[in-house]
C-alpha cells in the first residue's frame, strides 16, 4: 500500500453506537491529522499529532476521541454521536520540517441515524 | 492569525475555457501557499505550490504565482477539460500550522 489509506471508507452508524475509524500513513511522516468535511462547509482541522504527541484539538467535542500509537497509525474514536455529526472525515499526514505539503486519504463517509 | 480567503464559487465553464480563481491570504512571515484539488468521491490532493515570493508553481497545466505585494496566489489554467471538474482549495503553511480556504466547485461542461 502507498500514500494514506483509510478505513472503513463508509460507516453508518446509531447514536448510541461505538465505531473506530482508522487511518494509515505508509510515507515516513510524523505529523498526522483529522480534518472534518461537511457539505457547503468550510475544512475543519479537528486533531493534529507531531511526533505521536497531540498539539491541536480545536474544540472537538468528547465525543470524538484521537488515538496516535505510533507515527503511521491515527484512529478516531467515535461514542454517542449525533446526526449533525455526520460529513466525510480526512486524515491526512505530513512531514513537519519539509514545506508541510499534506497528504490526504480518501475519507471516510460516515452516517448517523 | 492566518486566513485565506478565495474565490466563492461554483464556477461553471464550457471546455476549452480560461480559469482563473482567486485566492488571497493574510499571514505574517514568509508561508507556503498551496493548492490542493478534490475530485468526487476522493481526498485532497496537491495540485502544486510556492515556497517563496514570485515562485510559480505548476502542474497538469495549472499555473499560481506568489506575489507577495498583492498576498495572492491565483490559480489559472489557458484551457480547461471536463476532467478538471472537482473542487479548488487554496492553503498556506505558516509557522508549522496550515490554513485553507473554503474551496471553490469547478464544473466543466462538454
Known amino acids: 500500500e502507498t500514500g494514506v489509506t483509510q478505513t472503513p471508507r463508509h460507516l453508518v452508524m446509531g447514536m448510541t453506537n461505538k465505531k473506530s475509524l482508522k487511518c494509515e500513513q505508509h510515507l515516513g511522516h510524523n505529523a498526522m491529522y483529522w480534518y472534518k468535511q461537511s457539505a457547503k462547509k468550510p475544512l475543519e482541522l479537528m486533531f493534529v499529532?507531531?511526533?505521536?504527541?497531540?498539539?491541536e484539538n480545536n474544540s472537538v467535542p468528547s465525543r470524538f476521541s484521537p488515538e496516535c500509537p505510533n507515527s503511521s497509525h491515527l484512529f478516531l474514536h467515535l461514542h454517542t454521536l449525533q446526526p449533525e455529526d455526520s460529513a466525510l472525515y480526512l486524515c491526512?499526514?505530513?512531514?513537519?520540517?519539509?514545506?508541510?505539503?499534506?497528504?490526504f486519504g480518501p475519507g471516510t463517509r460516515l452516517l448517523v441515524l | 492569525g492566518n486566513s485565506v480567503t478565495q474565490m466563492e464559487g461554483p464556477v461553471t465553464l464550457s471546455e476549452e475555457a480560461f480559469l482563473t480563481i482567486n485566492c488571497t491570504y493574510t499571514a505574517t512571515g514568509y508561508p507556503s501557499l498551496f493548492w490542493y484539488v478534490q475530485y468526487p468521491g476522493e481526498g485532497l490532493q496537491l495540485l502544486l505550490k510556492a515556497t517563496k515570493a514570485d515562485d510559480k508553481g505548476s502542474n497538469k497545466g495549472f499555473e499560481a504565482t506568489y506575489r507577495k505585494e498583492t498576498t495572492s496566489f491565483h490559480l489559472e489554467k489557458g484551457s480547461v477539460q471536463v476532467s478538471d471538474s472537482a473542487v479548488y482549495f487554496c492553503?498556506?503553511?505558516?509557522?508549522?500550522?496550515?490554513?485553507f480556504g473554503d474551496g471553490t466547485t469547478l464544473t466543466v461542461k462538454p
Open positions: 491526512a499526514s505530513s512531514q513537519v520540517e519539509s514545506g508541510e505539503t499534506q497528504y
Open positions: 499529532y507531531n511526533f505521536k504527541e497531540q498539539t
Open positions: 492553503a498556506l503553511n505558516g509557522a508549522g500550522k496550515s490554513t
